[in-house]
């Protein structure tokens, strides 16, 4: 790493844990050692809080044991008001922060002055941030950071993926090389599924069934870390293990939503060595220094194999030796989803899809930030942002179109020539019309799409706060309801300014908080392992238990082929649900779920929603598919592809998303919400809008490219169809099916407000005068309110 | 045109599913909360460039409405305008297209919070109008009797087994009626907002929009 301390750019590659972020630092501490350095000199950048928090203890340590002149702070959104001023005013030689945290200090106008004498910027866990936008704000941050500061080196940390080159390419300064060090990858992982007496059942999410075998494991290790795929699910397990825990083990628990004050408890016991295990989410998925790591338990399948081996290698890696994990499924599918990535880690076949272009969205975000910054000329401009890798490819029109959605709204309708949001100044270059909008674009900065979350804490004055939930979900609260949050079950006693108070409740079994966890795709190679499997003959390699569960979806329907598509119909709570069998990844299979319901709802077929997995769709609704063939018509598919994408509720979700990061829709602030509702009015409405009067604007087409990228993959619909060509299999069924049973468990459900949804509504407000005593409502003219 | 037809205080209304009242036997519509040239306030005030067609979607609601009724009279219940210099920066096209609007019918404006002051638009300017059994007004009074109001944009949740749809509606008892927001950019309120709560009665009923309007007990 020395050796290489001036290259402009380097891509270090190491297995999770192999000390690299150390390495990383090397350099710097050289050149601060002497002592002349007046000011910032290195800029480290990672994606988490409170990797930046634990990099700083870590890093603090030795600084002070060798006395040297170093000053070390980190800058996060948990840092306080007066210590940001501080910071402004008078730089720590090493700033440890976040995307988000950089992006705000670019966007003032002292930004030139801070960042001056900047040598080098280590963006640590590099390969989390570029699969985000995250990541592309950065690498548009560092661009502006290279021309304030020329001579400025640039350091990426990376666990191991699978195109090391795809990602120097982000972090360089365009188009200058970036050599890549790939570290000695270590010993062979030690991966193993955990065989439990009891089987796993066909469908639920919380692997229960395996808590005292998991205790058995966490007994015999130093500590555990045990992974989940949500929150929610992570939240039930914590609750459950403690009901088993007889042995009183030190357990304790992390994720995103509880309580910051809790979150750092957690992980200084952690440190200390005082907790055998924690039941933790995503948030502890990034190289944190835990100490004694010795075991790893992902509880639910592994979504990809990529995320499997970067999560394992938490394990043991201060010991060089091998790392240590189990997978526990949650059910049988699941235990056919673990064999299969357990092949592939042993194939050594790690995946994942190229991003793409940068986005626009994330663009016009950027411009507004250096607006904030102060007065800029569009040529400069453009040429820095095509230094970074991701708009490299970006044309000079395009730019155009970003600023001037930016500087007018960017309608074919003029109306904003009076109140622009950028104004060019007779010297050409572009400035804000009102300054004080700057305080909008900070509060706006940022990539990351929260839910609206209300706080929680223990009711009465000064009460212990808890965490967050989803706004969403505290509005179907109504007192006396229990939650899980922070392991506890807590009953809801009412709203007061926006914070959800709460009592204790000693009952055992909570109405789940459904707050949101990260959701992963299962990577189509993953699919394709398990279509391969399914047509052995029978199954020695897996569990008794599931070998059985296959033998039986073969009896009672069958199993899906290649070259084939497998549809089952069968009822269930009341409704009609079709699970079609298309393994083409969950993009493609949301895609067909949105066309399907769509042809469904034009043949009077009356769907009600859908939801997608990497395997399946599964679409529910009030009347059963007959004759599948017409439906799956390729061309009548790709006929109507745009008319459907248009009005969809996947289009208006990105809508959203993409809207808030350009700035068309602010963010809602904590103000705003108090006043109630009544003012703001929703997203779809803007979205329905500009479809309808302006369908070619900017807006739209950074819609229709998002959705292409995340959601919508017509491409794997096509070749599925090819490989079927037109061999459908329809199975009707008086039952759910072993195989769909996995599927009632998935997030993600999409509603098609269709007629089906009139035909509920009548119903149901029929329903309800009858409950009230009233004669059934009918929109006849002689109909009378009785008073 | 799909409509529900229910009587209040003695009078058959029809509440359309765009959110517009039609009293039959008067030959009268009445909108409330257009709202229009709120992107441009909005704009002015230093936010966001909102979409600027909102005026003309409006307008192209109500003109729809205005043919499939045939009103001789329409009566704009208050915060027709988003502020007095919204409604002095419609375009030369969004005025006479009102103007037209206008033309062969009775226009009555009531003033709204928004919209206190008089504009520059032909038709009566009113605080309020009593036209008996009914009066109309901007926002409610407590002693309200055959009172038709709007200003709380009011809209109600109905839950269905897995999932919940919320819809602009029409709050009413037996004092007072509260119209929804007819305007393209305007939000709601929910019925089961204390704001709400308290002012109707505990029997009081909404009737949601949309493309066949219903009624159900007030949600709250």
């Not at chain 1, 804000?432 to 990539?447: A, F, K, V």
């Not at chain 1, 079950?489 to 109405?511: G, H, M, N």
């Not at chain 1, 061309?635 to 009005?647: E, I, K, M, P, Q």
């Not at chain 1, 169809?721 to 459900?749: C, K, N, Q, S, Y």
């Amino acid at each position: 790493m020395l050796d290489r301390a001036a290259d402009p750019s380097l891509l270090l590659i190491a297995p999770t844990g192999g000390g690299k972020t150390l390495a990383g630092f090397l350099p710097t501490l050289v050149e601060l050692a002497e002592g002349q350095h007046d000011g910032l000199h290195t800029l480290y950048i990672s994606p988490l809080k409170a990797l930046a928090a634990d990099i700083k203890r870590n890093l603090r340590t030795p600084v002070e044991e060798m006395g040297l002149p170093i000053r070390i702070e980190d800058r996060t959104g948990d840092t306080s008001q007066t210590k940001k001023k501080r910071q402004r005013a008078d730089p720590p030689h090493i700033l440890l922060t976040t995307p988000e945290s950089l992006a705000l200090l670019t966007s003032y106008e002292d930004a030139p002055r801070m960042f001056a004498g900047l040598q080098r910027v280590i963006v640590d866990e590099i390969h989390a941030l570029a699969e985000s936008k995250r990541g592309d704000q950065l690498f548009l941050a560092l661009a502006r950071l290279q021309t304030l500061c020329p001579t400025l080196r640039r350091v990426g940390l990376s666990a191991t993926v699978e195109d090391p080159n795809a990602i120097a390419h982000l972090l360089a300064k365009h188009p200058d090389p970036c050599p890549v060090i790939l570290a000695d990858p270590g010993p062979a992982p030690d991966i193993r599924m955990l065989v439990t007496d009891e089987a796993p059942p066909w469908s639920g999410g919380g692997a229960k069934y395996a808590i005292p075998a998991v205790l058995e494991e966490v007994k015999k290790h130093n500590t555990t870390l045990i992974f989940h795929n949500t929150r929610a699910q992570a939240e039930l397990y914590f609750h459950n293990i403690w009901l088993a825990n007889e042995d009183q083990l030190p357990i304790g628990i992390h994720h995103g939503s509880l309580d910051r004050q809790q979150r750092e408890r957690v992980e200084q016991a952690m440190v200390g060595g005082q907790l055998k295990a924690i039941v933790c989410t995503g948030s502890l998925d990034l190289g944190i220094d835990w100490g004694d790591v010795d075991l790893v338990i992902q509880i639910g399948a592994p979504k990809n194999v990529k995320r499997l081996v970067q999560r394992i290698g938490r394990a043991n890696h201060r010991y060089n030796a091998p790392s240590k994990a189990l997978l526990v499924p949650a059910n049988r599918f699941e235990v056919v989803e673990c064999i299969a990535a357990l092949e592939a880690v042993k194939a050594d076949a790690l995946d994942g899809d190229p991003r793409g272009p940068g986005p626009r969205d994330v663009l016009c975000q950027h411009i507004l930030i250096t607006a904030a910054a102060g007065p800029f000329d569009a040529d400069a401009l453009y040429a820095e942002v095509t230094t970074a890798g991701a708009y490299s490819a970006l044309t000079r029109p395009e730019f155009d179109a970003c600023l001037d959605f930016c500087a007018t709204g960017g309608y074919a309708l003029r109306a904003y020539d009076q109140w622009q949001r950028l104004q060019q100044r007779p010297d050409g270059k572009w400035q804000l019309r009102d300054p004080r909008s700057t305080q909008r674009i900070r509060m706006n900065i940022g990539t990351i799409q929260g839910t609206d979350t209300l706080k929680v804490r223990y009711k009465g004055r000064g009460g212990k706060p808890l965490g967050e939930i989803e706004e969403g979900f505290a509005a179907t609260l109504t007192p006396g309801d229990t939650f899980l949050i922070g392991g506890q079950i807590v009953r809801y006693d009412s709203l007061r300014e926006l914070t959800v108070q709460v009592t204790r409740d000693a009952s055992k079994k909570p109405k789940i908080a459904t707050f949101m966890g990260t959701k992963f795709a299962t990577s189509t190679q993953l699919s394709h392992r398990i279509i391969e499997m399914f047509q052995h003959d029978s199954w020695p390699d897996l569990p008794r238990h599931t070998s059985e569960w296959l033998t039986l979806q073969r009896k009672v329907s069958r199993l899906p082929e290649p070259g084939r598509l497998l549809i089952e119909s069968f009822p269930h709570d009341g409704r009609v649900h079709t699970a079609v069998y298309g393994f083409a990844g969950r993009n493609a299979m949301q895609t067909l779920g949105l066309l399907l319901t769509k042809r469904m709802e034009e043949t009077g077929l009356n769907p009600l929603g859908f939801l997608a997995t990497d395997y399946a769709t599964l679409i529910w609704g009030l009347d059963p598919i007959r004759d599948p063939a017409p439906l799956f018509e390729i061309d009548a598919l790709r006929d109507g592809l745009d008319r459907w994408l248009a009005g969809n509720a996947v289009m208006k979700r990105t809508f959203r998303a993409s809207a808030t990061i350009a700035g068309l829709i602010e963010r809602n602030s904590p103000s705003a919400r108090k006043s109630g509702r009544q003012a703001t009015f929703s997203s779809d409405i803007l979205y329905d809008t500009l479809a309808k009067y302006d369908p070619d604007h900017l807006m739209l087409d950074i819609t229709r490219q998002e959705a292409m990228r995340g959601l919508v993959d017509f491409g794997r619909i096509e070749e599925m169809a090819r490989r079927v060509e037109g061999r459908i299999d329809l199975i009707e069924l008086d039952r759910v099916t072993p195989l769909a049973a996995p599927l009632f468990l998935e997030v993600g459900r999409v509603p098609v407000k269709g007629l089906a949804e009139e035909k509920l509504l009548a119903a149901e407000a029929e329903r309800l005068m009858a409950t009230a005593g009233l004669a059934p409502a009918s929109p006849k003219r002689d109909w009378r309110v009785p008073f | 045109m799909n409509t529900y037809d229910f009587t209040f205080t003695g009078t058959h209304l029809q509440a359309l599913g765009s959110g517009a009242l039609y009293w039959p036997a008067q030959a009268l519509l009445c909108v409330s909360d257009l709202h229009l040239g709120k992107s441009e306030r909005i704009a002015r005030r230093g936010g966001s460039q909102l979409p600027p067609y909102e005026t003309r979607d409006t307008l192209t609601r109500l003109s729809g409405d205005l043919d499939a009724t045939g009103a001789r009279t329409v009566i704009c219940l208050g915060d027709s305008f988003d502020d007095l210099a919204a409604a002095r920066s419609l375009s030369e096209d969004e005025r006479l297209w009102i103007t037209r609007l206008q033309a062969g019918r009775r226009w009555v404006w009531i003033e709204g919070n928004h919209d206190p002051g008089p504009i520059e638009f032909g038709g009566t300017h009113l605080a309020d109008m009593v036209h008996p059994p009914l009066t109309f007004r901007h926002i409610t009074q407590p002693t309200a009797s055959g009172e038709i109001s709007g200003h709380y944009h009011p809209k109600a949740t109905l839950h269905l087994r897995s999932r919940a749809i919320t819809r602009r509606a029409f709050l009413f008892d037996q004092d007072r009626l509260i119209m929804p927001a007819y305007g393209t950019y305007t939000g709601g309120l929910r019925s089961h907002d204390a704001a709400l709560t308290d002012l109707m009665r505990t029997d009081a009923h909404a009737i949601l929009t949309g493309p066949n309007p219903m009624q159900i007990p007030m949600p709250r």
